[in-house]
Nanobody
Framework: QVQLAESGGALVQAGGSLRLSCAAS????????MGWYRQAPGQQRELVAS???????NYADSVKGRFTISRDNTKNTVYLQMNSLKPEDTAVYVC???????????????WGQGTQVTVSS
């Protein structure tokens, strides 16, 4: 089945940088939007950044100018470069993608397991 696998989460000091990766695998026909959400303890999941097949991007106001989303369509992979990290960026970062599996007629949303990002002050 289609799966998303994230990597790159870590403990980092404020002001530091991290790069998250999310690779989609399995019987995939088409990948539309790929993106990242995050969820901090006691808070709702929020969209961090997304990118569609036309390379149009969307960012949460809180990360604009600090985070950059990119895709490698040859690898079915989306990246999130996070710079100037702040303690309030601490959360579980979860990959999301809208994918049409092989032999399917419509796309479905898929979610990864999440990767922990902790920013210390």
């Amino acid at each position: 089945q289609v799966q998303l696998a994230e990597s790159g989460g870590a403990l980092v000091q404020a002001g530091g940088s991290l790069r998250l990766s999310c690779a989609a695998s399995g019987p995939i026909s088409t990948i539309f939007v790929m993106g990242w959400y995050r969820q901090a303890p006691g808070q709702q999941r929020e969209l961090v950044a997304s990118m569609n097949t036309g390379d149009s991007t969307n960012y949460a106001d809180s990360v604009k100018g600090r985070f950059t989303i990119s895709r490698d369509n040859t690898k079915n992979t989306v990246y999130l470069q996070m710079n100037s990290l702040k303690p309030e960026d601490t959360a579980v970062y979860v990959c999301n993608a809208l994918i049409t599996p092989l032999r399917a007629l419509t796309p479905f949303p898929y979610w990864g397991q999440g990767t922990q990002v902790t920013v210390s002050s």
